[in-house]
Nanobody, 127 residues
């Protein structure tokens, strides 16, 4: 089973930038669905971005489109979430999630039950 470890969270002023990283282990597939989700206090966990690693196609939440980017470094088995123009509403615990699309038969979905591995989360806070 896969194992995910997020890092890079912190306290940042509005308008600032932050880059989160998700180190992925335990998978050999090149056709992974890698999701970034977030959960603010008192709110449900919501999707931020979903990356299909085989094609680099990304599904974006409207609230972050144009401000965030996703990238992958295959040599480091790492997925990044680069966040720019941060807003107070971006304050949340950010989670990385993974699913092997060869097993699930689909990708680019916000359905949290689709993802079989989750990281422990990294906190992003408005300073």
């Amino acid at each position: 089973q896969g194992h995910l470890v997020e890092s890079g969270g912190g306290s940042v002023q509005a308008g600032g930038s932050l880059r989160l990283a998700c180190v992925v282990s335990g998978y050999t597939s090149s056709r992974m669905c890698m999701g970034w989700f977030r959960q603010a206090p008192g709110k449900e966990r919501e999707g931020v971005a979903i990356l299909y690693t085989y094609t680099n196609i990304t599904l974006w939440a409207n609230s972050v489109k144009g401000r965030f980017t996703v990238s992958q470094d295959n040599a480091k088995n790492t997925i990044y979430l680069q966040m720019h123009s941060l807003e107070p509403e971006d304050t949340a615990m950010y989670y990385c999630a993974a699913a092997d699309s060869r097993l699930s038969g689909t990708c680019l979905t916000w359905d949290r039950t689709h993802y079989t591995a989750w990281g422990q989360g990294t906190q992003v806070t408005d300073a």
